[in-house]
């Protein structure tokens, strides 16, 4: 069975621009997670999708984006870069996961690099 | 003050050692989840659990509903089991919270 997979694995963007990673889930999970994990920082919760459907957010402004497809994959776009955006994102994939948690498997991440 | 508190911060322990890493939060929970970060980034998710004690090989993970605390022991500690051990709590909407993470070496 095929993990999580996440691209690219490294991304180098400048100030201001727009930036989108890319997450597959594992097949048959439909809950895709992103979560934030900035140098010297914890991880924090970023997004949650559901069967297509944004099902919650963390605490990040809204040039912090994403979209789940049909497919169950999953994207994370983050407008008008600034450097503490520079971060590893990691996606996660679970089973369906409204009102009962499910174990997440995560990917290996993207890691986010603003000059 | 965290929603979720982990101790220690770091470890370093010999290998054979018995290590016990513990997580106390604040945030209503339906289970916490205990994960395992390697050097590079990548996280394995060890334990999820609800009430009670699970194992897996030489990891135990126990948890106190009432007291809000997890722990996590390895026995007969490895130097393959250097890493960030991070507990992790859902709490409504299925918002995750983080404990900073323990960073654990085992020295052969």
């Known amino acids: 069975e095929a993990g999580v997979t996440q691209s690219p694995t490294h991304l180098i963007k400048t100030r201001g621009q727009q930036a989108t990673l890319r997450c597959s889930p594992i097949?048959?999970?439909?809950?895709v997670y992103w979560y934030q994990q900035a140098l010297g920082l914890g991880l924090q919760f970023l997004l949650w999708?559901?069967?297509?459907?944004?099902?919650n957010r963390g605490n990040f402004p809204p040039r912090f984006s994403g979209r789940q497809f049909p497919n169950y994959s999953s994207e994370l776009n983050v407008n008008a870069l600034e450097l503490e955006d520079s971060a590893l994102y990691l996606c996660?994939?679970?089973?369906?996961?409204?009102?009962?948690?499910?174990?997440?498997?995560f990917g290996d991440g993207t890691r986010l690099s603003i000059l | 003050k965290n929603e979720v508190e982990q101790s220690p911060q770091n470890l370093t322990a010999q290998e054979g050692e018995f290590i016990t890493i513990n997580c106390s939060y604040s945030v209503g929970i339906s289970a916490l989840h205990w994960l395992q970060q390697h050097p590079g980034g990548g996280i394995v998710s060890l334990f999820m659990l609800s009430s009670g004690k699970k194992k897996h090989g030489r990891l135990i993970a126990t948890i106190n509903i009432q007291e809000k605390h997890s722990s996590l022991h390895i026995t007969a500690s490895h130097p393959r089991d250097s890493a960030v051990y991070i507990c992790?709590?859902?709490?409504?909407?299925?918002?995750?919270?983080f404990g900073t993470g323990t960073s654990l070496t085992v020295i052969p």
């Open positions: 992790a709590v859902p709490s409504w909407g299925n918002q995750f919270y």
């Open positions: 097949s048959g999970h439909t809950s």
């Open positions: 996660a994939s679970s089973r369906s996961d409204r009102g009962r948690n499910q174990p997440q498997h």
């Open positions: 999708y559901d069967e297509g459907e944004e099902r």
